[in-house]
């Protein structure tokens, strides 16, 4: 098992703020189109943020949006116990 120097630390934490930064500004400067389709949406309750509707979020991207409460947090949602919900849904839905 190798130790991480003070240095690589701090490297690492300089290439994820640096990453941040970049995410946060392709946000603010993305345009993105409306689709006019359907998107299936898991959602997972455990930590959607409070008044926060996720059909209202993202009606100005998208024209029909089909939900599927999760009980789980966001980070939980590929989980294996999370998996035995989403898997049917996904297969019935991919046909």
């Known amino acids: 098992m190798s130790v991480q120097t003070s240095t690589e630390t701090n490297n690492l934490f300089r290439i994820i703020e640096q990453n941040y930064t970049d995410a946060v500004r392709l946000l603010t400067t993305a345009h993105t189109l409306p689709y006019d389709g359907k998107v299936t949406?898991?959602?997972?309750?455990?930590?959607?943020?409070?008044?926060?509707?996720?059909?209202?979020?993202?009606?100005?991207?998208?024209?029909?949006?089909?939900?599927?409460p999760q009980d789980c947090t966001h980070v939980d949602i590929i989980s294996p116990k999370s998996f035995t919900a989403i898997g049917p849904v996904l297969r019935q839905i991919l046909g």
Do not use: C, N, R, S
């Open 41 to 68: 949406l898991f959602v997972a309750q455990k930590t959607l943020p409070e008044g926060l509707t996720p059909k209202t979020a993202w009606a100005p991207w998208v024209q029909h949006v089909d939900l599927y």
